[in-house]
Every structure is written in structure tokens, then in C-alpha cells.
């Protein structure tokens, strides 16, 4: 009724609508083109599905080492156990006032320093003992720092801890204040040993626990607390200092060992990821993949997590055999429900059937930079056939 409103406001769009219209209505009716109904015919599509377990595809699902560098995460992981060791890298900047860089050398002292951590994370048994050494760095590193560069790692074997105090989530620790003090002359004169900040290095079994980064949004980033003096005929002063983190690392040495044959286990920290993979080859080469769903199921007897994490995996196209590299393109996320992960892999599938590389998907966990879970997954062994990974894939083609 608008449309006529609006026509009749301008006499000549009115009749030429008139005269237009009927022609519309004709055209309208008549039959799609040729192209057209051969598109839209469901007539010429034909439907099927291809099931690995009805159709025994063969399929494997193998561990994969990956080198991790968890400078990005927002947790600081220290402990160990027999199997594997995580120590943290820890550099505070510390923009030291003229004032105290003057008095060095005359008559500044160092009373105390104290380094302060929140835990916001903890793995495995809580009831083991927490021994840490904190021990001054001597050589270079970054947020890049992989395992791989600790044996480059150079540090003083003797570590500073004077005494530990634990009260609730709060990890304080007293430190030697000449520390401190090397530090501050650090930055009086370059020419001297640089600050490189610390390593918390665990001694014997120790429970691994987790504390707030400096990168974090949150309260509770580490600090140290310094308390200088001066007392001298001329000036008397008593100062507390606090500096923040700058920059930090945490380092996980080795991997937990799979708890059983029929497991496969994806763990967060450690770089341990799983390759899995399906012959497509009884796909038709002419294939539209509508649906790919993958579905692994849970050790629920093996996973193991700790205090905080996210729940979920992702599947990553390997683009290559030799690298194993992956592309970030064709990713996607395996949800949890009940005792499974699974999500929608169309994607992968489809780019290998029309490349004709099949290199497989690699399987992470969702935030693998952060604690030190263990994603149990039955792997593809023989006795595992009602849990072992399943591909169910919905495709269509034209019809010969």
C-alpha cells in the first residue's frame, strides 16, 4: 500500500508501473533457466555418508613433541616430580632514583629485600612439601626462552632464599639484599654485571604451583620490596622500594608418561600434541563434504587437571608432512559433551580432498601455554573400538 501511495505522488511512475507490472508477473512464472534447475533439482544431487567405524578406515593418532615458549601465559608454574621439571625466569625493572644511585657509595645500606607471588593455580598433590631456590641469573634471556636454552642458562648455584613465608595464596620470600644491591649498582654503572633478574629453580619432589604473571591483568603480579638506609651526620633516611616484574618465563622440562596403552594424552605445557589422521581415500574425488564430525572420547580414569583451565581442543590442517606445520586458516575447536570432544571438520576435509594431500589434523588442547593438564584420550589401539577417534562425514555429488 506504500508502494502505490509513493507511485501516485508522480503520475508518469504510476502508469508505466501499470503497464510494466503484468509483464513482471509472466516472467516471474516461467521456468528457472536451464543452469538454474540443474542447481536447484535435488533430483541430480545424491546424499551419502562414510562412517570410519562402519567403513573401517584406516586411522592412526600418534603423539607429537612440539617446542613450546610460554612467555605468553598469565601463570608461573614451579615444581617437579620424576618425570617432569618446571622453573620460572623472573626480571624486575628497576628505574633506581638518582638519590639512591649518589649514595651507593656513601653510606647506603641494604636491609631487606623480599620477593612476593600470588598463586592463582596448583597441579597434582597438594600435600607435597614447597622447596624453591631463587638464584641470580648471569646471562641473557627473553620470553622466548624454550627448554631447549637452558643448558645456555647461566646462574649462581647458590640461592638466595633467607626464609619462605606462606600465608593463604601470598608466597613471600626474604632474599640475600646484596642481590638488591648488585642490581642497583647495576644501574649506576653499565659496565658492571647486568640485572638478569631470577630463576626459581625447585629442589627435590615438589608440588608445581602456579602464580600470577607479570603480563597479567590481574592484582598480584610479582614484586620485590626493597628497604634501603642512610645514616650519616648529615642525612638519616629509612626507604621501602617496590618494583614490578617486567618480563618472565616459566620452562617445563620433560613429559608425563602416558598412563596406559590405550591412551593417548594431550598436555598442556609440555608441547605434547596428537596427530591424528583418516584415509579419505573411499571419498569420491568429485565430493562436496557437507558435514565432517570428529569425535574422541575421554580417558575419564587418566585425564588429569589442575586448580583452573580451559576446557576444550582444537584441530589445527597439517599443510606439512615433513614440518608438521599447521595452518591457522583451517582451524577448529572440539568442544566437551559428557565423556566426548567433538566438533565440525568439513573444512580440513574438504582442502584435502580437492588438494589431494591428506597430511591429517593435529590435535591441542585450547590454552596449551597454560598449566599442566593432561587430556586423556583413548587412542586407536584395537581394543578400544567403541572409544577409539571416529570420522562421520556427510557428502553430496552430482548423480551419474
Known sequence: MKLFSLLRQNPFSYWLFLFVFPFLIVSCSDDPSSLGSDLLNQDNIVVSTLDSFN???????????????LGASDVLIVGK????????????????ASKYLSDLDSGLTFLSANISFTRNYYY???????????????????????????????????SAVQSTDISGDLYSFSVNPNLAKEWFNAAKDTALAKNYGILIKPFGATRFTGFTASTSLNAGVPSIKIVVKKTTAFESYEDTLVYNGSVDVHVIKGTFPEP??????????????????????????DAVVNTA???????????KVGSAYSDGLLAYQIVDSLTDSTSTQFLVSLSRSGNTYSGDVARIINIALQSKI??????????????????????????NNAFKPRLTITYSQKKK
Open 81 to 96: 616430580d620424576a618425570n617432569v621439571e618446571s622453573q620460572i625466569l623472573l626480571a624486575f625493572y628497576v628505574p633506581v
Open 358 to 383: 591428506n597430511y591429517g589434523m593435529l590435535i591441542t588442547s585450547s590454552y596449551q601455554i597454560k598449566g599442566l593438564e593432561n587430556f586423556a584420550l583413548f587412542n586407536n589401539d584395537p581394543s
Open 293 to 303: 564430525k570428529v569425535i574422541l572420547s575421554i580417558d575419564t580414569v587418566n585425564m
Open 55 to 69: 567403513d573401517t578406515l584406516t586411522q592412526k593418532f600418534e603423539p607429537f613433541n612440539a617446542k613450546l615458549s
Open 124 to 158: 597434582g598433590d597438594t600435600l607435597l612439601p614447597f622447596n624453591v631456590g631463587i638464584h641470580q641469573v648471569t646471562s641473557s634471556w627473553n620470553s622466548l626462552f624454550t627448554s631447549d636454552s637452558l643448558t645456555h642458562l647461566t646462574y649462581d648455584q647458590n
Open 260 to 285: 596406559s596403552t590405550k591412551t593417548l594424552t594431550i598436555q598442556n605445557g609440555t608441547g605434547v600434541q596428537g596427530k591424528l589422521w583418516f584415509d579419505l581415500s573411499k571419498l569420491p574425488q
